[in-house]
């Protein structure tokens, strides 16, 4: 038991990497949502002295070699969002899940656009309406990941 309480946070991390990666059908793949980002966002609102940038950098450099994308691209956008939520977290926890889960569509959203923005620099990609799709999913994950996690927050008493 004593285990899984220290290890939690990167036990949750690490899921969310798998679940970003898992091939999905090019119909659905559109809709995925930011697991990863979703994951940090909970434990930076719920320990934000445990998970903080740095936390939010060096997964994004795991998402970078798990992707296949340039060093350093997922790690500006999740640091950045990150740091968004770091800046405001006591606000935050005060806000209903459905608000926060507003929130989550914002960060996600910042996400999107720096990723956008860096991939834009480095190659020229255009910009598409449906890469945002995973903006609403995130928003509609929110709810169910926050009180999943707050669940295994409060029944192996991380703090």
């Known amino acids: ?3 899984v309480r220290h290890y939690s946070v990167i036990i949750s991390i690490l899921i969310a990497l798998v679940l970003q990666i ?3 059908p090019i119909q659905v793949d559109i809709y995925r949502p930011d697991w ?3 994951v940090l966002s909970y434990w930076t609102m719920a320990l934000p002295h445990r998970v903080n940038v740095g936390v939010a950098f060096m997964t994004g450099i795991a998402m970078d070699i798990l992707l296949g994308t340039a060093l350093g691209i997922h790690s500006i ?3 950045l969002s990150v740091y968004t939520l770091t800046a405001n977290y006591q606000r935050l ?5 459905w608000q926060q889960a507003i929130i989550i569509g914002v960060i996600s959203a910042l996400y999107h656009v720096v990723l956008f923005w860096v991939q834009h620099l480095l190659t020229g990609i255009p910009f598409q309406l449906s890469y945002l799709w ?4 995130s928003m ?3 709810p169910w990941i926050f009180w999943l996690l707050r669940k295994a927050r409060r029944q192996f008493s991380i703090n």
Do not use: D, E, F, Q
């Open 1 to 3: 038991m004593l285990k």
């Open 22 to 24: 898992i091939p999905l």
């Open 36 to 38: 990863v980002l979703i």
């Open 77 to 79: 956008a999740l640091s």
């Open 93 to 97: 926890r005060n806000y209903s899940v």
């Open 134 to 137: 995973p903006v609403v999913s």
């Open 140 to 142: 509609l994950l929110w």
